[in-house]
């Protein structure tokens, strides 16, 4: 049986710079546990790094080891 997924809208801190976001990850799961699962990557998708639009991509993979910190953006 597969898992529903739902997409969140994140704030993702890196040592490189701030990116914002969509991280797709199953219902009825954290943000963070759904970090947590396990691989190393996480996809991140109508991505841009902050404060510059012109960087705008449909997909990004981020490596969960170069993340300082995350938040859901409302």
Do not use: H, W
Request: without cysteine; glycine residues 6%.
């Amino acid at each position: 049986m597969a898992m529903e997924e739902t997409s969140v809208k994140v704030r993702v801190v890196t040592i490189a710079g701030v990116l914002v976001g969509k991280m797709s990850k199953p219902k009825n799961i954290r943000t963070l546990d759904a970090l947590n699962l396990k691989g190393d990557f996480f996809a991140l998708t109508d991505a841009v790094a902050e404060g510059q639009a012109q960087s705008r991509t449909p997909f990004m993979a981020i490596n969960k080891r170069q993340v300082i910190s995350m938040e859901e953006v409302v």
